[in-house]
């Protein structure tokens, strides 16, 4: 039974990845006539990877004519294994692909996925989950596209600022003047994690606010294990929570849920996210999430096909990252209220 499956994983694959060849259905074996891009992803069923996902899809069905050539875009999925991604990395290099991105299960672990790569040749784009420098020196041959942490961060300070300083008698409920918060976190050592968590209390205090931490700890990026702290925390403080500040917006939909469905909340708190997935925006249209940061997955997304399909047909990647000695392509980001909430809907 277990050789039968096997065998089904095998011919689900092999399917798979035949749906996915875009463009010309005559593929040929000459490599020249075709581009392969492989693809792995730390967890597919992640709302912000799915995007950018998509959105690579999408940019793919668009352009991928403006080519003479086949273009093969392979996801893969980790599946949150460092085991199954090193797999996949092995199996994209066996089969020749041109470029590999990876969206790395491990950060940390990124030195012996840019080894085989290098020894094979084959340049590597890694996105979202950013090697160490260390690694990302290894060899002038890979890249990292992601967003600018920092500023997400001190964009959520600027929605928490301007919300508190609209009606702070509401949300001083203990009249103090400081801001009591909680602050659910994204997986521990991610670099958005600990850039966002970091940043936005620091732009606050440098903006003259006072805060008070009650409670911080990690969800995983994950809006069950949000929803799950949140329950406890407003146990613990019951409405004593004036802010709640969220590495990401799936986690703070999960607080939301927690506020909505507790008889001990009387005056809701203010709660920032970062994403601007769907959810988030309709969430802040009802005025339950007071904001998000965009992070714009179709920009990451963009650059990632430019630079690997620059790589793949040998042109500079100068109008991409800037310069060609340059490797990193971090785009902005942009915030959402109820203030201009319509004007982004209607883009
Ligand atoms: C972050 C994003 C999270 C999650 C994470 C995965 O940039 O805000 O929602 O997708 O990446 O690495
Ligand atoms: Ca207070």
Redesign the pocket.
Known sequence: MKKGSKIFNVLGLMLMSTLIVSCNENISNNKNDEIKIGITL??QD????SSISSNLEEISKENGDNFNKNIVLEFVDAKASTINQGNQVDKFIKQDYDVICV?LVDRTAAATIIDKAKSANIPVIFF??EPVEEDMNRWDKIYYV??Q?EQSARLQADIVAEEWLSNKNYYDKNKDGKIQYVMIE??PG?Q?TLIRTEYCIKALNEMGFQLEKLADDTAN?QSDQANSKMNQWIKEFGDDIEVVFS????MALGAIYAINSNSNIIRKPIVVG??GIKEAIESIKIRDMTGTVI?DANAQAQAIWDIAINLANGISLEDVIGSEREKYKKIPHTKVTIDNINELSNE
Do not use: K, P
């Open positions: 730390y967890r992640d709302t912000f990877i969206n979202n989950r992601g967003a942490a994204g997986e991610h958005d990026w590495n990401n917006d799936v970062v994403d992070s």
